[in-house]
């Protein structure tokens, strides 16, 4: 069974990432309220590139958020 994730999926990984990672990884990025699947797509390359290698997963999962919600 395939469970497409939904906006409201990658706009709560997209504020789990600000809370986990904001001054790690996300120290050169302000959240937004309301995240769209761009805002949230933008914030995957810094958490790859500054954070650890839960960062990079949690990166991966906003990418499979976002484009499953297409």
Do not use: H
């Not at 069974?1 to 990672?21: G, K, S, V």
């Not at 302000?30 to 650890?52: C, H, Q, W």
């Amino acid at each position: 069974m395939n469970i497409q994730p939904t906006e409201a999926d990658f706009a709560e990984l997209y504020r789990r990432a600000f809370q986990e990672y904001g001054a790690s990884a996300l120290w050169s990025s302000t959240p937004v309220p309301n995240p769209k699947r761009e805002d949230a797509l933008a914030i995957t390359r810094s958490l790859r590139v500054e954070g650890n290698l839960a960062a990079r997963r949690l990166a991966e999962r906003i990418e499979q958020a976002c484009l499953g919600a297409i």
